[in-house]
């Protein structure tokens, strides 16, 4: 099975589309590089960081994964 994209680059949306779709593995790195961020973050907290510090960082990874999931978006089956 195959499947072709087709952009016509003189089109505006056309070249708006097409960048999208050349960038979106960038996109998923970005994702997967912030939650891993995150994850290393809250992990491996030293015992000095303050309990704020924590839970912000744990809740902005909480928030990243409702925000994909509300998105379906599954960066294990994107990456592979």
Same mark, same amino acid.
């Given at each position: 099975?195959?499947? &072709?994209?087709?952009?016509?680059?003189?089109?505006?949306?056309?070249? &708006?589309?097409?960048?999208?779709?050349?960038?979106? !593995?960038?996109?998923? !790195?970005?994702?997967?590089?912030?939650?891993?961020? !995150?994850?290393?973050? /809250?992990k491996?907290?030293?015992?000095?960081?303050?309990?704020?510090?924590?839970?912000? !960082?744990q /809740?902005?990874?909480?928030?990243?994964?409702e925000i994909?999931?509300?998105?379906?978006?599954?960066?294990?089956?994107?990456?592979?």
């Amino acid at each position: 099975m195959k499947a &072709i994209l087709e952009f016509d680059l003189n089109e505006q949306e056309d070249a &708006i589309a097409h960048k999208r779709a050349v960038k979106a !593995l960038d996109l998923c !790195l970005v994702l997967w590089e912030m939650d891993q961020y !995150l994850r290393s973050q /809250t992990k491996y907290a030293p015992d000095s960081m303050p309990e704020d510090v924590y839970v912000a !960082l744990q /809740t902005a990874r909480d928030k990243l994964y409702e925000i994909k999931s509300e998105h379906n978006i599954s960066l294990d089956e994107l990456l592979g």
